[in-house]
DNA sequence: TGAGCGATGTATCAGTCCGATACATCTGGG
DNA sequence: CCCAGATGTATCGGACTGATACATCGCTCA
């Protein structure tokens, strides 16, 4: 049941796991994470919520203000034990359903929360998916030297060239992990030493 | 009912222009046509082959070798009046839904048959899409001073460098179509002067 | 004061699309 | 001859989206 969508669980914990919200806001927070693209609909998020409820990894205390004020219809949800757990689990995984698209940008998001060994893996993974790509990409150019289009031989140009600035962009990462493995300078972490658990969710 | 997707409506119209071909060559042309990622299943292909098929747009001769050879159960679909047409419709279009990221893409593969003003807009409309994402993850980062993780902050400062590159990409394309209606000269297009209607479909 | 109105907030559903799978035929190598 | 792998057509369960519905909040303007 929990195997449905995998990267919105993960998402959903990973928020979670900041600070507790409800819905709405995990659903804006949402679209920085998994980029401005990507938007995930309610028709997701909701259910995703509903079975992480179920499966006690997380809960609602709809208790709180109780006190006589307006009892708005929110619920605030928030990491249980076992959700934590899952959570810790999920992002120790690493495997290689973490080099795709769309799975790549959320456990990179929360690579502050992400042990070092696991994220050189995850940079290293998904940079041979991409160089894969750039293979095929690559000799499918120099097959098409059949009749194709300048136009879509410029879209192709085009893509290559993206994926060749991602590799770039994967490989200064690589070594930045690497250095930060064997000195840890404070090089691209605000929260260096200390390992999260950081709760401070003052809103307004 | 031929309102359903779209893209690939027009993928498949526009591939079967440039020849007639049968179903699993075509899907293995559209992974070329709509990037080496976006690749489309036979469970969305051969419905819309089907639907294409209702609507009178494409037609399958498969009286053809019946003297006796081997009858294969080979399905080779090639363009109708009808289809043409429509293809011609479509291509002229250039609406707002060409801005979007997949339907762009296709858009852009298929511009030797397309219009040259159409381009133009196509190519406008796309940046302008593009500028405004631009705006909106801007904002977001300096709203997000609030407290991001780094990891976060360097995943929305690439998206956000991969966005202005593309947009510099299409200025270029812009500025040389420009030119292309003023002075024409053989910059992108294989076939410069004719309009299209070059149907040399010789295929081994 | 309160009427409007956009943002906030929760929830559902029909329709669409994908991944997996099944099945059949063709081709070439051992 | 036989098998493996490419070619080829087709379908289905289940996930995901976009649209929609509904309710409340907080702001502004007359």
Redo the contacts between chains.
């Keep these: 049941m929990s195997r449905k969508s995998g990267v919105l669980e993960l998402a959903v914990l990973g928020l979670l796991h900041e600070s507790p919200m409800h819905g709405y806001e995990l659903s804006k927070r949402l679209k920085?994470?998994l980029?401005?693209?990507r938007a995930i609909s309610y028709g997701s998020l909701y259910p995703c919520l509903s079975s992480l409820l179920d499966a006690g990894f997380i809960t609602t205390d709809d208790s709180a203000s109780e006190s006589g004020a307006g009892r708005r219809k929110k619920h605030v949800y928030k990491l249980t034990a076992d959700g934590k757990e899952r959570l810790q689990e999920q992002l120790a995984e690493g495997g290689p359903s973490s080099w795709d698209?769309e799975s790549f940008?959320v456990r990179?998001?929360?690579?502050?929360q992400t042990d070092a060994a696991v994220r050189l893996r995850i940079l290293e993974g998904r940079r041979s998916r991409l160089e894969e790509?750039q293979e095929?990409?690559t000799s499918?150019l120099s097959r098409?030297r059949e009749?194709v289009?300048?136009?879509?031989l410029?879209?192709?140009r085009?893509?290559l060239e993206?994926v060749e600035?991602?590799v770039r962009?994967l490989e200064e990462?690589i070594a930045t992990e690497r250095d930060g493995v064997a000195a840890r300078p404070h090089r691209?972490?605000?929260?260096p030493a200390t390992t999260g658990t950081a709760i401070?969710g003052e809103d307004s």
């Design positions: 920085g994470v980029g401005p693209l698209d940008d990179f998001a929360f690579f502050g790509r095929n990409v499918a098409a009749r289009d300048s136009y879509t410029e879209l192709q085009h893509g993206s600035r991602e962009w990462l691209l972490n605000t929260t401070e």
